[in-house]
């Protein structure tokens, strides 16, 4: 069994943090990672995404292949289900921290970086992805970004504001159900992670779009 890769995933600019960290395939391709990512912090897959090398002026650029006519930057994009991690990120750039990009509109930027693979991460990894440690929870979806998070978090934990019960109900906070930004499951994370695994998308080589 190969040596796993060990990625920190930290999302930005919250007022709390929102961190995974993972042991996964050392074959991977980028595909692969992008919904790595979204099934581990919790995304629901609804937007377009991209990695780079760097957040401004990046030299490397990796997602939906160009023939989708969707471009955000200047630099040609390298097609997600043909590049792979350890070529782009570990030889390419040296193993430096990259960039995660989800959601053209909301701008949820995550920051990656390589860990050290520990003797005791390999008494754990069986050669399948696994996340093994989870700090905070997930922004909801289409919540408006950082900002919005933080005017969702002032509006959602104070009963007085007038659009507590509007942002429940957009929640879907039912009772007496209450919103807990450091919460997290990883027992869940990992049964998310597993099903994808285990599913006909791990070896996806197509894109479908929205």
Not at 4 to 28: G, S
Not at 44 to 68: C, M, Q, T
Not at 104 to 122: A, S, Y
Not at 153 to 177: D, F, Q
Request: aromatic share 14%; glycine share 6%; hydrophobic share 35%.
């Amino acid at each position: 069994m190969n040596t796993p890769i060990k990625l920190k995933i930290a999302l930005q600019d919250l007022p709390h943090k929102c961190e995974r960290t993972l042991l996964i395939p050392h074959n991977v391709n980028m595909l692969q990672v992008h919904f790595l990512i979204q099934e581990s912090m919790g995304w629901l897959n609804a937007h377009f995404f991209e990695f780079s090398d760097k957040k401004g002026k990046p030299e490397i650029r990796v997602g939906i292949p160009d023939d989708f006519d969707i471009d955000f930057g200047d630099m040609p994009k390298i097609d997600a289900t043909k590049g792979k991690l350890k070529n782009i990120f570990i030889e390419k750039n040296e193993s430096k921290p990259f960039w995660y990009w989800y959601d053209f509109g909301d701008d949820w930027w995550h920051r990656i970086t390589f860990l050290k693979v520990t003797k005791k991460d390999l008494k754990v990894y069986e050669g399948v992805p696994i996340c093994i440690k989870a700090l905070g929870k997930c922004p909801p979806e289409d919540v408006g970004g950082p900002w919005g998070y933080a005017d969702f978090l002032e509006t959602i934990k104070n009963k007085r504001h007038p659009e507590y019960s509007e942002m429940r109900t957009w929640y879907g906070l039912e009772g007496n159900e209450s919103y807990n930004e450091q919460e997290t499951d990883i027992e869940e994370i990992n049964q998310f992670i597993m099903e994808y695994y285990n599913s006909k998308n791990w070896s996806k080589t197509d894109f479908e779009l929205f």
